[in-house]
């Protein structure tokens, strides 16, 4: 949506109900009362679309998951090669990860 232009509708996607999907889904997905970590991969931190997705799913998780841990926070810039260097990284040093949240 864009600011302060006349309009009759908006039809578009709303990234924060997306994020909170995305939370409740995996939320779903994984055992009630199994503690477990999480990270965030966004493409850019500066598209208000990312930052609308990762406000709903951190949202959902601390209303409902109070066992998963978002531990860490990465921004690839749409880079497969970064993303795949990054994942590595990151399951070195979270080797009990539990999932990856693709913003």
């Known amino acids: 949506d864009i600011l302060h232009v006349p309009r009759v509708a908006y039809i578009g996607i709303d990234n924060r109900a997306a994020g909170r999907l995305a939370g409740y889904l995996l939320n779903r997905f994984m055992a ?3 503690p477990g970590k999480v990270a965030l991969f966004a493409g850019s931190l500066s ?3 990312h ?3 990762e406000m709903g799913f951190r949202h959902i998780l601390t209303e409902d998951s109070p066992n998963l841990q978002i531990v860490e926070m990465r921004e690839m810039l749409d880079d497969r090669e970064k993303a795949y260097m ?3 990284a990151l399951l070195d040093r979270h080797p009990d990860l ?3 949240y693709n913003v």
Request: aromatic residues 6%; without cysteine.
């Open 47 to 49: 598209y208000r679309g």
């Open 86 to 88: 990054e994942a590595s």
């Open 98 to 100: 539990a999932a990856i």
């Open 32 to 34: 009630a009362d199994r």
């Open 51 to 53: 930052e609308e997705r």
